[in-house]
């Protein structure tokens, strides 16, 4: 059974940083694109963030652009996601999954509050 396994929330003051991570097990890591999706209160999963499946090519969703940076181990089977400067509105539950994530359960995710 594949399994994403975030971890790294949390809560930070605007203008604060933090660093998700995500293991994965049961799944062909080094041969999926990846990516990171958020689901803030009251709204549905947007794609944050996306990997090429050898880290080349990324795409960012413009207001994380220049602040969030996405990042993989292909050898240790992890995600990451380097979140710097925070904003109000990047509060939500941060989920790692394949890109694109298809239909499938969100699986757990990563809860990051920024406040002011």
């Known amino acids: 059974q594949v399994q994403f396994v975030p971890s790294g929330g949390g809560q930070v003051q605007v203008g604060g940083s933090l660093t998700l991570s995500c293991v994965a097990s049961?799944?062909?890591?080094?041969?999926?694109?990846m990516a990171w999706y958020r689901q803030a209160p009251g709204r549905q999963h947007e794609l944050v963030v996306n990997?090429?499946?050898?880290?080349?090519?990324?795409y960012y969703l413009d207001s994380v652009k220049g602040r969030f940076t996405i990042s993989r181990d292909n050898a240790k089977k992890m995600l990451f996601l380097q979140m710097n400067n925070l904003k109000l509105e990047d509060t939500a539950v941060y989920y790692c999954?394949?890109?694109?994530?298809?239909?499938?359960?969100w699986g757990q995710g990563t809860q990051v509050t920024v406040s002011s």
């Open positions: 999954a394949r890109d694109p994530h298809g239909s499938g359960s």
């Open positions: 049961g799944s062909a890591f080094s041969s999926e694109a």
């Open positions: 990997i090429a499946r050898d880290g080349l090519r990324t």
